[in-house]
């Protein structure tokens, strides 16, 4: 065997190695940068023709660096004190068990790690703030890039093969319809959240209308989600006093905003949309959510729909029709 091909693919496979090690760390932002950008380009063609495509790149990069820092300070300003409220809370919800003398120890043992686990959650949600920040900076300059480089990626996912062709189709069938369905039922959810406010009275009416946009916002945050708002609305009328309102508002926002509507009405809407079972839009996105995180919600139905799609071409090639 020629030295030199050998050594060109031990140098291959090194910079292949290492550019994974460089990704990994920032693979969620770089995913939902596509997503964005994917999202975004109808409105980036449009205004390419406009003002040209480099300026229009910058615009819409510019519209979401304002959107993720608008969100930053509304996590900082409404979130922080409802995080060290839960922290005390829990607490002494600890002590309290301790000085209780339960009749089954492993009851008691149960619920201290379950207080822990929680203790343990509200620190590291605190502490993700800079790291929120850093993914940001990163999915920004991914966004931008994958604007800028549109034309050119989607010459590299043409292929001389049909078949070929027809998978990729496959998975951008399947990304737009778990686009459109994600936009759709967040906007929802946020409806659903301001009216959940209202009918618990857990504020007025133009703090209920924050608490929609900022579920809507959260739906959109990978480090976040729109149950946060319920468990916060929960947790003020439990502080309160309002018992019965907080448990009504804690099922309300678990059955219709999240997490119950995210596994029940979106695989509704990606099936129909994608022409797809539902039941395996469903087994993709918890399998998907279980192995990756909030990014296989995404990633999950799009690798079973383009995985049984390969399936059909290949039984194509092995089983050609008679003539």
């Known amino acids: 065997m020629d030295l030199n091909k050998i050594v060109l693919g031990v140098v291959a496979v090194i910079i292949v190695y290492l550019a994974i090690l460089t990704i990994i760390p920032f693979f969620s932002a770089l995913f939902f940068a596509f997503v964005t950008a994917y999202a975004l380009e109808p409105v980036h063609v449009r205004l390419s023709r406009k003002i040209g495509v480099r300026k229009s790149a910058i615009a819409l990069t510019l519209l979401i660096l304002m959107i993720a820092l608008g969100t930053l300070l509304l996590l900082v300003y409404t979130l922080t004190p409802v995080v060290d409220q839960a922290y005390l809370y829990l607490s002494d919800a600890e002590k309290f068990i301790k000085t209780v003398q339960l009749p089954i120890g492993s009851i008691e ?4 790690q379950a207080i822990e686990k929680g203790k343990e959650y509200l620190v590291n949600l605190t502490f993700s703030i800079p790291k929120y920040l850093l993914q940001t900076v990163v999915y ?3 966004v931008y890039f994958f604007l800028i480089k549109r034309n050119a990626i989607r010459e590299l996912l043409v292929f001389e093969d049909e078949r070929l062709n027809r998978i990729v189709e496959r998975g951008n069938l399947t990304l737009q319809a778990l686009i459109r369905a994600w936009l759709l039922l967040n906007i929802a959810k946020g409806f ?3 009216l959940g406010f209202i009918m618990f009275r857990v504020s007025n009416l ?3 209308i924050l608490a929609g946009i900022l579920t809507i916002l959260f739906s959109f945050v990978p480090l976040f989600e729109g149950w946060m ?3 916060a609305g929960s947790f003020y009328l439990f502080k309160q006093g309002h018992l019965l309102s907080a448990l009504g508002l804690a099922v309300y926002g678990a059955l219709l905003v999240s997490p119950t509507p995210d596994f029940t009405i979106r695989p509704k809407l990606v099936a129909r949309e994608a022409n797809f079972d539902e039941t395996i839009v469903l087994i993709g996105m918890i ?11 995404i990633i999950g139905p799009i690798v079973l729909n383009v995985a049984i799609e390969m399936l059909k071409e290949w039984k194509k090639i092995t089983n050609p029709p008679r003539s």
């Open 109 to 112: 043992e149960l619920t201290t």
């Open 140 to 142: 920004l300059a991914f």
């Open 192 to 194: 659903l959240m301001t």
């Open 206 to 208: 133009p703090t209920a």
């Open 229 to 231: 708002i319920w468990v």
């Open 287 to 297: 399998g998907g959510t279980w192995g990756l995180g909030l990014k296989g919600l």
